[in-house]
């Protein structure tokens, strides 16, 4: 139940772009991302609830696509402080009790 | 400042004693969780509680125990029966079990000796 993250790890450049995806095998009644730092605890970054939609969080922003039961964040011109654990959030259609975390994606931006 | 607070942040256990991890919220939210998240993993959910007296199990409950007697707490108990206990054990909340962002507590790191 819980979702599927891709990549596991990513490796940027300060000022490159990274997408992580998130997909679910159970209908999704909505969707969180978070990070987490090394030996601290995860902190929000935002929450969609509605198929098709998009927000943004300064340079990072996500999409949920309901239908095909995924979620994607993307990172652009990224920077030193976005380096991280990603993780998405679930909960699911007819089981919202449940909140289930992917598997995480390390991401670490160099210099 | 409305917060979750987790004791201990560090502790030691010997093999076959019981030990609690403490949740503490006042935020005054309704559902609370535990999750364990070892190295490098993702977090798993062990017990989930919607409301005051009730709680549910998450996927890895097996050789946990935990109580819901106040909104406010939840404390987590890794009996002797879990064969892996040494981990890192995050509590949160959320306003309740059906939406909203989880609040975290800054986790407890627990050892087996």
């Known amino acids: 139940q819980q979702p599927v993250q891709s990549p596991q790890a990513v490796i940027l450049r300060e000022g490159e772009d990274a997408v992580i995806n998130c997909s679910s095998s159970k209908a999704l009644y909505s969707v969180h991302w978070y990070r987490q730092k090394h030996g601290e605890a995860p902190v929000f970054l935002m929450i969609l609830l509605k198929g098709g939609e998009q927000k943004g969080h300064e340079k990072i922003s996500a999409s949920f696509n309901e239908k095909k039961q995924q979620s994607s964040l993307y990172l652009t011109a990224s920077q030193l402080s976005y380096s991280g654990t990603y993780f998405c959030g679930t909960r699911a259609r007819g089981n919202f009790n449940k909140f289930y975390f992917g598997s995480g994606t390390k991401l670490n931006v160099k210099p | 400042d409305g917060g979750i607070t987790q004791s201990p942040k560090y502790l030691f256990r010997k093999e076959g004693q019981n030990v609690t991890l403490s949740c503490e919220q006042n935020?005054?939210?309704?559902?609370m969780y535990w999750y364990r998240q070892d190295p490098g993993q993702g977090l798993r959910l062990i017990y989930y509680s919607q409301i005051v007296n009730d709680f549910q199990k998450g996927d890895i409950a097996e050789g946990y125990s935990v109580s819901r007697e106040k909104k406010e707490s939840f404390p987590l108990t890794v009996t002797s029966a879990q064969k892996n206990p040494t981990a890192f054990y995050l509590c949160?909340?959320?306003?309740?079990?059906?939406?909203?962002?989880?609040?975290f507590g800054e986790g407890s790191r627990l050892t087996v000796l």
């Open positions: 935020l005054n939210h309704d559902a």
């Open positions: 949160a909340s959320s306003i309740d079990a059906n939406t909203g962002e989880l609040f």
